[in-house]
């Protein structure tokens, strides 16, 4: 994929990625994993003109959207509107791809508002911030998934069944279903399907098997960031605040009725 100098990364750029992007938990053998995994995952980048890569843009599918996850630039592309190139391209690869729509975190007061802007993202859900807690290493496992991402069913007990404290972000249509994706070591979820923070040892143990399947050693999970009382309950709980202030996802839907067809379509034939 290239548009303009903008280019798909490959695993002969893995030195320069690790040279320009510091993330817990990527490293050489998790990068070519990514590097590898057809349109799982997606990095661009832009070669610097004193040589090498000057600015790349990490992306993964999440549900049927495509989620920009963090851009990274050199000394000498900063102010030149790399960042932005990067953004628009992605957003070209994936209304041309199998995506319905783009989605990234968004800091209301940061500059990737602006960004979020110029890309159309709208705001859905409420401000939330992100938590992470550790995943049990024993317990049940299930046969790894084909991919990096998919739909978790979560099977509540009636007692936990009211209204969830964040339906799924990227389709709201199940109560008790929610989109995950494997971004290094966490297993995210694009939801908090039980009603409240007390019960997350339900959801622990539903995503637990999936997690440890994925190579997972946490769970990344969202909570409305003015729900006090859930914040204090999971500091008490040990999870960590991954969100310095609280953000909103952002997403762009390409095609709603289109997508919305084709999702009728496949749970027809599942049923």
């Known amino acids: 994929m290239k548009t303009g100098h903008v280019r798909r990364l490959t695993t002969a750029d893995t030195d320069d990625v690790l040279r320009m992007v510091e993330l817990e938990g990527l490293d050489a053998v998790t ?13 661009v980048g832009l070669d610097s003109p004193t ?51 783009l989605a990234a975190w968004v800091e209301p007061h940061k500059p990737e508002a602006g960004l979020a802007h110029m890309l159309r993202l709208r705001a859905t859900g409420p401000m939330i911030h992100r938590f992470d807690v550790p ?17 978790l069913a979560v099977d509540l007990p009636d007692s936990a069944r009211p209204t969830p404290l964040v339906g799924d972000l990227l389709n709201g249509d199940s109560r008790t279903a929610v989109s995950w994706v494997l971004d290094r070591h ?23 098997p999936l997690a440890r ?6 769970m990344e999970f969202p909570v409305p960031a003015a729900d006090m009382s859930a914040t204090f309950t999971l500091a008490a709980l040990k999870a960590r605040r991954l969100s310095r ?24 034939s599942r049923a």
Request: charged share 25%; hydrophobic share 40%.
């Open 31 to 43: 990068l070519t994993w990514e590097l590898t995994a057809g349109d799982d995952y997606v990095w």
């Open 51 to 101: 040589g090498g890569l000057g600015a790349v843009h990490r992306s993964m599918r999440w549900g049927d959207h495509l989620l920009l996850k963090g851009v990274f630039v050199d000394e000498p592309l900063r102010g030149s509107g790399a960042a932005l190139e990067l953004a628009f391209a992605l957003r070209e690869a994936a209304r041309h791809g199998r995506y319905a729509g």
């Open 135 to 151: 995943v049990p290493e024993d317990g049940p496992v299930i046969a790894a998934p084909a991919h990096s991402t998919g739909i």
């Open 186 to 208: 966490r297993l995210v979820l694009s939801g908090f399907p039980l009603h409240c923070v007390s019960d997350l040892h339900l959801l622990i143990s539903a995503a637990g």
């Open 213 to 218: 399947a994925q190579g997972a050693t946490f």
């Open 245 to 268: 202030t609280p953000v909103r996802l952002g997403r762009l839907d390409f095609d709603t009725d289109r997508h919305a067809t084709d999702r009728r379509r496949k749970e027809r």
